[in-house]
């Protein structure tokens, strides 16, 4: 005879255990037996609850008052009933106190309720690797996100990991999941998902549900970019492309790349870059040109590039363009200097006087 490794006992599924079906069953032991202690005995009130009672909890005190043939029938029918709901009870806490399940569940449920309150944020499916260098980038800079992502291990890590970070496990390609993520009420969606196809999908379907948002997509083909612009992307992003002509630029001009890597890296560098549109300017500045506005006088940060309403873009505008209707500045400096631009900005009235 072979002798095999033991089995394992099979958990019961988690479906099966439902808290819901659970505190039901509760409900109705209590409901049957109250009920039913004052049709067929005609206990009253306090003593058909007295009765039930200790029934439910098998404490063995002493009948309100001796039953009945059809009250001794319905007991012992109301015991058993009692054993079966009581087990099924047993299981539910088990799984849900002892496991932690329950405040996981209370967990989620924050977690969909901070969602349903964000309003501009940025929906970010996939927290692949490139999907980790997004999320840390939104949270150091204090930008509101949710993650989409089914894989259960990535879901874990965002659990254990100490930043608060708000997330959902499901699949981004379904309506469902990016209404529950609150595509209507975002700024922006960034699909990451390292399949093309899915990323299409997504593409698609958050352009269905919101006709106005910007829609950036990865693509790792370049057959897939033109599908993805098609499909409703405003960007379509290539990293290995982009990659590519960074290593390239690296040997044809070293330094210029360099520079640029040191004053875009965020951990190592405190210069960065800020966008200001025209609907960011105060009333007293719009319509004002580079030289009257005097931005590099009172903060001493430079207007590097102007954005045109038409998307054109022009590197170091003249002092005499001034920012119309859909366009925008691109502002560089240090973060002093990105800050005292900010205030500058936000109490230009009092400077003006």
């Known amino acids: 005879m072979q002798i095999g490794k033991a089995q394992p006992l ?25 009920f039913g202690f004052m049709l067929i005995e005609n206990y009253s009130l306090r003593q058909a609850i007295y009765m039930t009672v200790i029934t439910i909890s098998t404490v063995g005190y002493t009948e309100v008052k001796p039953l009945s043939e059809p009250g001794q029938l319905f007991t012992s029918i109301y015991i058993l009933f009692n054993i079966i709901a009581f087990a099924y009870l047993l299981a539910v806490f088990t799984y ?60 874990e890590s965002i659990q254990k990991s100490s930043d608060d970070i708000l997330y959902i496990k499901a699949d981004a390609t379904h309506d469902e999941t990016l209404l529950a993520a609150g595509i ?8 990451a998902l390292p399949d093309d196809a899915e990323n299409v999908f997504t593409v698609l379907t958050a352009r269905q549900l919101n006709p106005t948002i910007k829609i950036i997509s990865r693509a790792k083909h370049p057959k897939s ?17 982009i990659g590519g002509f960074y290593m390239a630029t690296l040997i044809s001009k070293p330094g210029a ?30 319509g004002k040109s580079i030289r009257n506005l005097a931005f590099r ?57």
Do not use: W
Not at 10 to 30: D, E, G, T, Y
Not at 110 to 120: A, C, D, P, Q
Not at 276 to 284: M, W
């Open 297 to 353: 006088k009172h903060s001493g940060a430079n207007i590097i590039g102007y954005k045109s309403p038409e998307g054109n873009y022009v590197v170091n505008p003249d002092p005499s363009v001034k920012l119309k209707p859909g366009g925008s500045f691109i502002i560089l400096g240090d973060n002093k200097q990105l800050s005292a631009l900010k205030n500058y900005l936000k109490n230009f009235e009092k400077h003006k006087e």
């Open 225 to 241: 970019q033109k599908k993805m612009s098609l499909a409703g992307a405003n960007h379509v992003v290539m990293p290995e492309q």
């Open 257 to 286: 790349v360099e520079f640029f890597s040191f004053i875009t890296n965020e951990y190592q560098s405190d210069i960065g870059f800020e966008e200001i549109h025209f609907e960011d300017l105060p009333q007293g500045c719009k």
């Open 184 to 191: 209507k009420r975002a700024h922006a969606i960034i699909s």
């Open 96 to 155: 849900y106190i002892i496991q932690g399940e329950i405040f996981k569940k209370m967990h989620e449920n924050l977690v969909k309720t901070r969602i349903g309150k964000l309003e501009n944020h940025i929906i970010l499916c996939g927290y692949g690797k490139f999907g980790i260098e997004i999320g840390q980038h939104f949270f150091l800079h204090k930008i509101p996100f949710v993650i989409i992502d089914e894989d259960p291990n990535k879901i």
């Open 10 to 34: 099979k958990r019961i599924p988690s479906n099966f255990l439902s808290l819901r079906l659970a505190l039901f069953l509760l409900a109705l032991v209590l409901i049957v037996g109250v």
